[in-house]
Protein backbone atom coordinates (compact mmCIF):
# COMPACT_ATOMS: atom_id res chain seq x y z
CA UNK A 1 0.00 0.00 0.00
CA UNK A 2 1.19 3.45 -0.72
CA UNK A 3 2.35 5.73 2.50
CA UNK A 4 1.34 9.24 2.03
CA UNK A 5 2.84 11.88 4.81
CA UNK A 6 1.39 15.32 4.79
CA UNK A 7 2.89 18.36 6.20
CA UNK A 8 1.94 22.01 6.26
CA UNK A 9 -1.38 22.60 7.99
CA UNK A 10 -1.64 25.26 10.74
CA UNK A 11 -3.31 28.43 11.83
CA UNK A 12 -3.78 31.82 9.53
CA UNK A 13 -6.19 34.64 9.67
CA UNK A 14 -8.30 34.96 7.39
CA UNK A 15 -6.70 36.26 3.72
CA UNK A 16 -4.18 34.41 4.52
CA UNK A 17 -2.48 31.48 2.43
CA UNK A 18 -1.16 28.06 3.34
CA UNK A 19 0.67 25.39 1.67
CA UNK A 20 0.28 21.54 1.91
CA UNK A 21 2.68 18.79 0.67
CA UNK A 22 2.06 15.17 0.73
CA UNK A 23 5.01 13.11 0.09
CA UNK A 24 4.04 9.06 -1.31
CA UNK A 25 5.96 6.48 -1.67
CA UNK A 26 4.29 5.11 -5.24
CA UNK A 27 7.18 4.45 -7.54
CA UNK A 28 5.20 5.19 -10.56
CA UNK A 29 4.08 8.27 -9.12
CA UNK A 30 3.81 10.28 -12.38
CA UNK A 31 1.57 8.57 -13.48
CA UNK A 32 -0.46 8.43 -9.81
CA UNK A 33 -3.83 10.52 -9.54
CA UNK A 34 -3.33 12.84 -6.24
CA UNK A 35 -6.05 14.56 -4.69
CA UNK A 36 -7.11 16.48 -1.67
CA UNK A 37 -10.10 16.48 0.76
CA UNK A 38 -11.41 17.70 3.64
CA UNK A 39 -13.48 16.91 6.58
CA UNK A 40 -15.06 18.84 9.52
CA UNK A 41 -16.46 16.63 12.49
CA UNK A 42 -19.75 15.64 11.94
CA UNK A 43 -20.03 16.10 8.15
CA UNK A 44 -18.70 13.75 4.95
CA UNK A 45 -15.35 14.89 3.78
CA UNK A 46 -15.30 16.49 0.74
CA UNK A 47 -13.47 16.82 -2.24
CA UNK A 48 -10.83 19.62 -2.53
CA UNK A 49 -9.14 19.36 -5.71
CA UNK A 50 -7.20 16.29 -7.78
CA UNK A 51 -4.48 15.96 -10.41
CA UNK A 52 -4.39 13.50 -12.43
CA UNK A 53 -2.69 12.06 -15.70
CA UNK A 54 -4.76 12.66 -19.27
CA UNK A 55 -4.39 10.80 -22.60
CA UNK A 56 -3.03 13.63 -23.74
CA UNK A 57 -0.43 13.58 -21.76
CA UNK A 58 -0.35 16.59 -19.81
CA UNK A 59 -2.23 16.96 -15.72
CA UNK A 60 -5.51 17.76 -15.99
CA UNK A 61 -6.55 19.99 -12.44
CA UNK A 62 -10.27 19.43 -10.83
CA UNK A 63 -11.54 21.72 -8.22
CA UNK A 64 -14.55 22.06 -5.68
CA UNK A 65 -16.52 25.19 -6.72
CA UNK A 66 -15.84 26.49 -3.67
CA UNK A 67 -12.16 26.28 -3.81
CA UNK A 68 -11.82 27.34 -7.88
CA UNK A 69 -9.62 30.47 -8.27
CA UNK A 70 -7.76 30.72 -4.75
CA UNK A 71 -6.74 26.70 -4.34
CA UNK A 72 -4.49 25.38 -6.77
CA UNK A 73 -2.93 21.61 -7.31
CA UNK A 74 0.65 20.72 -8.20
CA UNK A 75 2.98 18.41 -8.20
CA UNK A 76 6.71 17.47 -7.77
CA UNK A 77 7.19 14.08 -9.19
CA UNK A 78 10.82 14.18 -9.01
CA UNK A 79 9.80 14.71 -5.49
CA UNK A 80 6.96 12.25 -5.18
CA UNK A 81 5.29 15.66 -3.71
CA UNK A 82 1.80 16.88 -4.23
CA UNK A 83 1.31 20.72 -2.98
CA UNK A 84 -2.03 22.60 -2.54
CA UNK A 85 -1.28 25.82 -2.37
CA UNK A 86 -4.68 27.76 -0.82
CA UNK A 87 -4.70 31.37 -0.75
CA UNK A 88 -7.53 34.18 0.65
CA UNK A 89 -8.36 31.34 2.72
CA UNK A 90 -11.97 31.48 4.55
CA UNK A 91 -13.01 30.81 7.98
CA UNK A 92 -14.91 28.16 6.25
CA UNK A 93 -12.12 26.57 4.87
CA UNK A 94 -11.40 25.47 8.50
CA UNK A 95 -10.88 21.26 8.58
CA UNK A 96 -8.86 18.51 8.81
CA UNK A 97 -6.86 18.22 4.93
CA UNK A 98 -6.21 14.68 3.58
CA UNK A 99 -3.90 14.26 0.73
CA UNK A 100 -5.38 10.77 -1.01
CA UNK A 101 -3.72 8.70 -3.82
CA UNK A 102 -5.42 6.45 -6.33
CA UNK A 103 -5.05 4.99 -9.60
CA UNK A 104 -8.29 6.04 -11.26
CA UNK A 105 -7.38 8.74 -13.89
CA UNK A 106 -10.98 9.97 -15.17
CA UNK A 107 -12.90 13.05 -13.23
CA UNK A 108 -14.80 9.88 -11.25
CA UNK A 109 -11.31 11.11 -9.33
CA UNK A 110 -13.63 13.32 -7.52
CA UNK A 111 -15.25 11.10 -5.47
CA UNK A 112 -13.37 9.66 -2.25
CA UNK A 113 -14.46 6.19 -2.83
CA UNK A 114 -11.76 5.63 -5.76
CA UNK A 115 -9.07 6.80 -3.28
CA UNK A 116 -7.18 3.76 -1.71
CA UNK A 117 -4.60 5.62 -0.12
CA UNK A 118 -4.76 8.25 2.53
CA UNK A 119 -1.92 10.63 4.73
CA UNK A 120 -2.74 10.81 8.39
CA UNK A 121 -4.39 14.20 7.68
CA UNK A 122 -3.25 17.87 8.91
CA UNK A 123 -5.80 20.73 10.41
CA UNK A 124 -6.27 23.53 8.81
CA UNK A 125 -7.68 26.72 10.68
CA UNK A 126 -8.38 29.86 9.96
CA UNK A 127 -9.88 32.26 12.16
CA UNK A 128 -11.73 35.68 11.48
Known amino acids: QVQLVESGGGLVQAGGSLRLSCVAS????????MGWFRQVPGKEREFVAA???????????DYADSVKDRFTISRDNAKRTAYLQMNSLKPEDTAIYYC??????????????????WGQGTQVTVSS
Open 51 to 61: SRWSPSRTYLR
Open 26 to 33: RRDFDLYT
Open 100 to 117: AGTAVTAEAARYSMHYDS
